[in-house]
């Protein structure tokens, strides 16, 4: 499995906006769906958005859509997340993970779907 190193999260004043990266090693990165997910403390982990790894198509929880913007660089080996307008209840843990296998559907998001994670990057939005 890849490598993953998510960072760019911080604490931000609702209505603030973050971008998140996450590093990945290994030459397959681009044959594969990447996902961003997030946990808060005693809650469960889940699903934020996805990216095609052709890079045409997007998948977004209801819960960001409009708000944040999945996007990828797989020539820096890197995915991105843009969280604009973010609320108090976005705050969490953020993890990139990629799907079990290649060329994947972007519409798979169940965690059972992601086999690689990455050690996650605080996101705080205070109201």
């Known amino acids: 499995q890849v490598q993953l190193v998510e960072s760019g999260g911080g604490l931000v004043q609702a209505g603030g906006s973050l971008r998140l990266s996450c590093a990945a090693s290994?030459?397959?990165?681009?044959?594969?769906?990447m996902g961003w997910f997030r946990q808060a403390p005693g809650k469960e982990r889940e699903f934020v958005a996805a990216?095609?790894?052709?890079?045409?198509?997007?998948y977004y929880a209801d819960s960001v859509k409009g708000r944040f913007i999945i996007s990828r660089d797989n020539a820096k080996n890197t995915v991105y997340l843009q969280m604009n307008s973010l609320k108090p209840e976005d705050t969490a843990v953020y993890y990139c993970?990629?799907?079990?296998?290649?060329?994947?559907?972007?519409?798979?998001?169940?965690?059972?779907?992601?086999?690689?994670w990455g050690q996650g990057t605080q996101v705080t939005v205070s109201s």
């Open positions: 290994g030459r397959t990165f681009s044959n594969y769906v």
């Open positions: 990216i095609n790894w052709s890079l045409s198509t997007t």
């Open positions: 993970a990629r799907q079990m296998g290649p060329y994947g559907s972007v519409w798979k998001v169940s965690l059972a779907d992601f086999g690689s």
